[in-house]
Every structure is written in structure tokens, then in C-alpha cells.
């Protein structure tokens, strides 16, 4: 089991940056073999989205189309995940949480699905006033 705590949101100005943090740690003694960190987000009135993802330890990246050049996704040795927030907009308000997945020799060089990542943190809001 892996546990997943973000940190970093808060309400900034359109034009602001914010940086997320995404701190994982294991609740049991056995390590789970993560391979794909990922953020979400749940605006209102809107389906979640996949707003970026990393393929851990490789590096390989995807952004969704609102974000790519705003957002940065990365990580460190450490076990955490980033997310790199510039030039917000009003549309990036949402709760934004952070997903991880474990490997899986069947997705080969594919990203997870959304429904394919197995751990989920609780969730840090982001608002962006115009």
C-alpha cells in the first residue's frame, strides 16, 4: 500500500505559478513497484482530467493539451513528484490530486489508463481568480 500526500495549493492571482508536491511513502514493509506518477484534476462542473504524467525513473513525460508549456511534471530521488504550475487561468481552478501505478508488464511502453492508477492522494485545491 502506498500512501500519497500532496502539498503546495492555494489561491494565486491569473499569470501566478504554483508548485505541487506529491510525497509518497510505503505503509507496509514490502516496496510496491511504482513505474507512472500522474496529476489529476476535478474542476467544477467538469469530469476529472489527466493533466500530466511521468514514467518514473525513465522520465518520459505527457501533458494534456490545456497545459502543455504551463506545466511541468518531475520527480526526485526522494519519492516526490512535482507539478510545476505557470501562467495559471481562471480554467485551472479544480482540486488536483496526485495518482501513482504500479508496473505492469502488459502496458509495455504505454502510459496507465486513468483508471489503471492503483494509489491516490486526498487532494489539494488550486484557484486561480482572474
Known amino acids: 500500500q502506498v500512501h500519497l500526500v500532496e502539498s503546495g495549493g492555494g489561491s494565486v492571482q491569473a499569470g501566478g505559478s504554483l508548485r505541487l508536491s506529491c510525497a509518497a511513502s510505503e505503509a507496509s514493509p514490502y516496496t510496491t513497484n511504482i513505474d507512472h506518477m500522474a496529476w489529476f484534476r476535478q474542476s467544477p462542473g467538469k469530469q476529472r482530467e489527466e493533466v500530466a504524467a511521468?514514467?518514473?525513473?525513465?522520465?518520459?513525460t505527457k501533458y494534456a493539451n490545456s497545459v502543455k508549456g504551463r506545466f511541468t511534471i518531475s520527480e526526485d530521488n526522494a519519492k516526490i513528484t512535482y507539478l510545476q504550475m505557470d501562467s495559471l487561468v481562471p480554467e485551472d481552478t479544480g482540486m488536483y490530486y496526485c495518482?501513482?501505478?504500479?508496473?505492469?508488464?502488459?502496458?509495455?511502453?504505454?502510459?496507465?489508463?486513468?483508471?489503471?492508477?492503483?494509489?491516490w492522494g486526498q487532494g489539494t485545491q488550486v484557484t486561480v481568480s482572474s
Open positions: 495518482a501513482a501505478a504500479r508496473a505492469w508488464i502488459g502496458r509495455g511502453a504505454n502510459f496507465p489508463r486513468p483508471n489503471e492508477y492503483n494509489f
Open positions: 511521468i514514467y518514473t525513473g525513465v522520465g518520459t
